[in-house]
C-alpha cells in the first residue's frame, strides 16, 4: 500500500524534454493490481539504428488494432521518453538521463525499440542498466512458431515454451574484476590464503551472487503465470550438478516456493510417477527441474514437452535466443522485463546499424512485444488481433527481406510495407 500511496501522492512533475500527453490517463496500482484507463499513457523508447523504422511500423499497427478491436472506445496516448543516441543528443551526451528512469516508475508500462551501449568508458549495457535501476527482476520471453515462418526444425508447431529468466543476479550482478588489477589481486589473495581456494595466478575474477529472494520472486512470478495461463508445467533449468549452491540452491528454493506457496494445486516429477502413474491430474500444475546442457538437446528432440520455463540469468540467456532460433530467430522474438507493477517490452535484437533507415528490416520482434504489452494492460482482444493478422500476412508470403530468402515464391517488402499489410488483415 505504501508504494501505491507514494506514486499516488506525486504530484506529475515537470520533465526537462518529455512531454506528458494531454489527453492520457496514467496507469495507476490499485489493491496490487495495475488499473488501466480506457485512454492509457504508454511509454515508447524509439531506439537506435534500426529503432526508427521499426518502432514507426509498429505503433501504425498498434493504433490501427485498437482502432479496429475498440472503435474509439479505447485508445493508447504514447509518450515518448529518452535512452541511447537520442538522450545523448538531448541531455548533453546522456545515453540513460534520470528523467527517463522517473517516468518508468511513474507511468509503469514502456515499450523500447534496441539500444546501443556506448563503447569504453567503463558504460555497461544500457539494457543491463535498465534492468539493474527499475528492479526489473524477471525476462520473459514467448517462444512459439507461426505457421509460414521458415525453421530449422521439422516440427517447429511443437515449440510453444515462455522463459522467465532471473534478471539482476547471477553474474550479470557485475561484480568483476580484471586479470591483474589490484582488486582482482586482493580477491584472489582472500579465496586462496583465507579460504583455501585454488587458482591460476593473476586470474581474472567474476562472482556469481544468487539468492534465495531473488530466485524465489522468479520462479513465483513463473508459477503465477503458468497457473493464470492454463499451462501444465513449470521447469527449473540449473547447473546444480556443478555449482550446488548457486544454481543448485535455485532449484531447491523453487521446489520449496512451490511447496510452501502452492501446496494445493501443484505435484511434482516424483510424485507425478509415484502417485499418479505418470498422468498429471486435472487442474494440477507440474513442477519439475532439468539440468541446463541437457535442457538444450530437450527443447530440440521433445519440445512439446516443456511449456513455462524459469531459469537464472546467464542460462536464460543462451536458453531464450537459442529456442527462439527453433522457430525463426530473435528478429521475431518478442520479450519484457517486468518488476512488480513496472513492464518495459523491447526488441530482444540489437540495432541492426547497418540498416538503419533503410526501411527493409522485419519489425517481428517489436511488435509482438507489443503484443504482450497489451496482453499485461488487458486489452487481449487488440492482441489477438495483431497476432492473427501477422500471422496471416506471413501465410501469404508477404514478408521481410530476411524471410523472404528462405521462402520460396515470396513477395519481398519493405517494414512500412509490410505493417501496412498487416493493418489490411486487421
Not at 518529455?18 to 531506439?47: H, K, S, Y
Amino acid at each position: 500500500m505504501a508504494h501505491e500511496q507514494a506514486h499516488e501522492q506525486a504530484h506529475e512533475q515537470a520533465y526537462e524534454h518529455i512531454t506528458v500527453p494531454a489527453v492520457g490517463e496514467r496507469i495507476t496500482v490499485r489493491e496490487g493490481r495495475l488499473a488501466v484507463p480506457d485512454n492509457p499513457i504508454l511509454m515508447w523508447i524509439e531506439g537506435d539504428g534500426i529503432g526508427p523504422d521499426i518502432m514507426t511500423a509498429s505503433k501504425r499497427i498498434w493504433d490501427a488494432a485498437a482502432q479496429k478491436v475498440y472503435g474509439g472506445q479505447r485508445k493508447v496516448a504514447w509518450m515518448e521518453v529518452y535512452a541511447g543516441d537520442k538522450a545523448a543528443g538531448l541531455y548533453d551526451g546522456n545515453y540513460f538521463p534520470d528523467e527517463t528512469l522517473d517516468a518508468l516508475r511513474d507511468f509503469y508500462v514502456g515499450i523500447k525499440g534496441p539500444l546501443t551501449t556506448p563503447v569504453g568508458g567503463g558504460f555497461r549495457s544500457l539494457n543491463v542498466a535498465l534492468r539493474q535501476e527499475l528492479d526489473l527482476y524477471a525476462c520473459v520471453r514467448p517462444v512459439k512458431w507461426y505457421p509460414g515462418i521458415p525453421s530449422p526444425l521439422r516440427h517447429p508447431e511443437l515449440v510453444d515454451v515462455v522463459i522467465y529468466r532471473e534478471n539482476t543476479e547471477d553474474v550479470y550482478g557485475g561484480i568483476e574484476y580484471k586479470a591483474g588489477s589490484p582488486e582482482a589481486e586482493k580477491v584472489q589473495r582472500f579465496l586462496v590464503e583465507e579460504m583455501g581456494a585454488a587458482m591460476v595466478p593473476h586470474s581474472g575474477i567474476g562472482i556469481k551472487p544468487m539468492s534465495e529472494f531473488g530466485s524465489k520472486r522468479l520462479i513465483r512470478k513463473a508459477i503465477d503465470y503458468a497457473l493464470s495461463s492454463g499451462r501444465k508445467s513449470v521447469t527449473l533449468v540449473h547447473k546444480g550438478n556443478i555449482q550446488k549452491y548457486t544454481e543448485g540452491a535455485f532449484m531447491q528454493w523453487g521446489y520449496e516456493l512451490a511447496r510452501q506457496e502452492y501446496a494445493g494445486v501443484i505435484v511434482t516429477e516424483e510424485q507425478l510417477y509415484d502417485q499418479y502413474r505418470g498422468q498429471l491430474p486435472e487442474g494440477k500444475l507440474l513442477i519439475k527441474d532439468r539440468i541446463a546442457d541437457i535442457m538444450f538437446q530437450q527443447m530440440l528432440l521433445r519440445p512439446a514437452e516443456y511449456d513455462v520455463i524459469a531459469t537464472p540469468n546467464l542460462n536464460g540467456d543462451y536458453l531464450s535466443d537459442a529456442v527462439a532460433a527453433e522457430v525463426g530467430g530473435v528478429g521475431i522474438a518478442p520479450g519484457a522485463n517486468f518488476a512488480d507493477y513496472v513492464a518495459l517490452f523491447e526488441a530482444t535484437h540489437g540495432t541492426a546499424p547497418k540498416y538503419a533507415n533503410q526501411d527493409k528490416v522485419n519489425p517481428g520482434s517489436l511488435l509482438l512485444s507489443g503484443v504482450m504489452m497489451f496482453d499485461y494492460i488487458g486489452w487481449g482482444e487488440a492482441a489477438d488481433a495483431i497476432e492473427s493478422a501477422y500471422t496471416r500476412t506471413v501465410e501469404d508470403k508477404i514478408v521481410t527481406y530476411d524471410f523472404a530468402r528462405q521462402m520460396d515464391e515470396a513477395h519481398e517488402v519493405k517494414t512500412s510495407d509490410f505493417a501496412s499489410a498487416v493493418i489490411e488483415r486487421l
